[in-house]
């Protein structure tokens, strides 16, 4: 059987950051898979997570419980069953479902091939202040269904988040585990905790957004001779744009730097080739986070996400300008 995780939290959480570094810091004789689902369809966590050394699958553009799980059902299928990892990590995007990912997960077909633990829920506990994130019905579902709440970003706290914070686990907390962490750094010994006995979960909200027509994986790359193109994703009152471009193209640092800062979105995460190597930006809010190092990827993808619909010609246009070749 394989031990599995559920591993949630809303959008700017940082459960990818939180699962590279549990992968780093797994047992060398252990063999771990992720599946992962974004919102988006271009695949930026995936970018991240290539080389991880787990194994990957990737659910592109929309959440993995719709159309009665299908998605999530062939995915986790090839990963049990071809793979047979030691470990599974399910990432589902921030406005995934974790009710209708959980009832997948113990359905009886999957008794002898799964070892369910601890559901963790990434959140920055900055995300209680604000109105839209609490009142989201996915926000709420996915603290309400984890057995572990993971406070993440401790070093952005605010004397306001953390008043906000105890509030919250005071209310809401039970008998479940609250740990604070920095840069998504978890033990990874949460892991093996136990799942507690649920028997009442809150309803999914019916949800409703667009999906990528039936190319699988195949979205994720460009066509032959084809430099760059750009995915549109909307659904749950969220937007997503997101471009991928060919190894060649190469972007102007500080610019590209400038253009994530001041896009006009909540949201904007990408792995892209810059003249020093490679960049990734993580931008929640104005929390603008960027690393840099010498092995560049094999493409570059960015995605803005918002919860409105923006001009994603006139920021396609200002970062067209950003390319050096």
């Excluded at 809010?285 to 995605?303: C, K, M, N």
Aim: charged share 20%; with cysteine; net charge negative.
């Amino acid at each position: 059987m394989t031990i599995t995780n559920l591993i949630t939290g809303f959008l700017g959480s940082g459960k990818t950051t939180s699962i590279l570094h549990l992968l780093a810091n797994k047992p060398a004789d252990e063999k771990w898979a992720v599946l992962v689902n974004e919102f988006g369809e271009v695949g930026i966590d995936g970018a991240l997570l290539a080389e991880s050394g787990a194994l990957l699958k990737e659910i592109p553009g929309g959440c993995m419980c719709c159309v009665n799980g299908l998605p999530m059902q062939v995915g986790l299928n090839t990963l049990l069953r071809q793979a047979k990892p030691d470990r599974l990590l399910i990432e589902p995007t921030g406005l995934g479902h974790p009710k209708q990912i959980l009832d997948i997960l113990t359905a009886p077909v999957y008794e002898p091939w799964i070892d369910l633990r601890a559901t963790l829920c990434l959140l920055d506990p900055r995300q209680l202040l604000d109105e839209k994130a609490v009142m989201n019905e996915n926000f709420r579902d996915q603290l309400a269904a984890a057995d572990i709440i993971v406070a993440n970003k401790a070093d952005r706290a605010t004397p306001e988040s953390q008043q906000a914070l105890a509030a919250w686990w005071a209310s809401f907390g039970g008998d479940r585990q609250l740990v604070e962490a920095t840069q998504g750094n978890i033990d990874p010994a949460l892991l093996d905790l136990p799942r507690r006995n649920l028997t009442q979960l809150p309803e999914s909200i019916a949800h409703s957004h667009s999906h990528p027509s039936a190319k699988g994986l195949a979205a994720l790359n460009l066509p032959e001779h084809q430099r760059w193109r750009r995915s549109i994703n909307s659904g749950q009152g969220h937007y997503a744009c997101g471009w991928i471009f060919d190894a060649d193209t190469v972007f102007d640092t500080i610019g590209l730097l400038e253009w994530a800062r001041l896009a006009p979105v909540s949201r904007v995460k990408g792995v892209l080739r810059i003249a020093e190597g490679l960049v990734r930006i993580n931008r929640q809010g104005d929390d603008l986070r960027i690393e840099t190092q010498a092995v560049a990827p094999p493409d570059s993808r960015i995605e803005l996400i918002h919860d409105n619909e923006c001009d994603w010609n006139a920021l396609q246009g200002s970062l067209l300008k950003l390319r050096l070749s």
